[in-house]
């Protein structure tokens, strides 16, 4: 669980390291030509993606969704 600034931006920077990996990942899927894969490719880097992420900040998804639907038009997450 984050408790300090410093974990936060700690969190906050992996996280960025993170989806620069994954959007070269998503990159390189983009290049072989074959109808759907960048499709299927890019779905499925996300939805670990945001796992991931939820995952290092701390963030359950029973708490996600719990939160007020206003909150959740920022938030996405899978359910």
Do not use: W
């Amino acid at each position: 669980m984050i408790e300090t600034r410093q974990q936060l931006d700690e969190a906050r920077e992996a996280c960025r390291k993170m989806v620069t990996k994954r959007a070269a990942l998503s990159a390189r899927a983009s290049v072989i030509p074959l109808p759907g894969l960048d499709i299927g490719t890019d779905v499925s880097i996300l939805l670990a993606l945001l796992s991931a992420i939820n995952e290092r900040f701390g963030l359950s998804e029973q708490q996600l969704a719990q939160l007020h639907p206003n909150r959740k038009k920022y938030i996405f997450y899978r359910h």
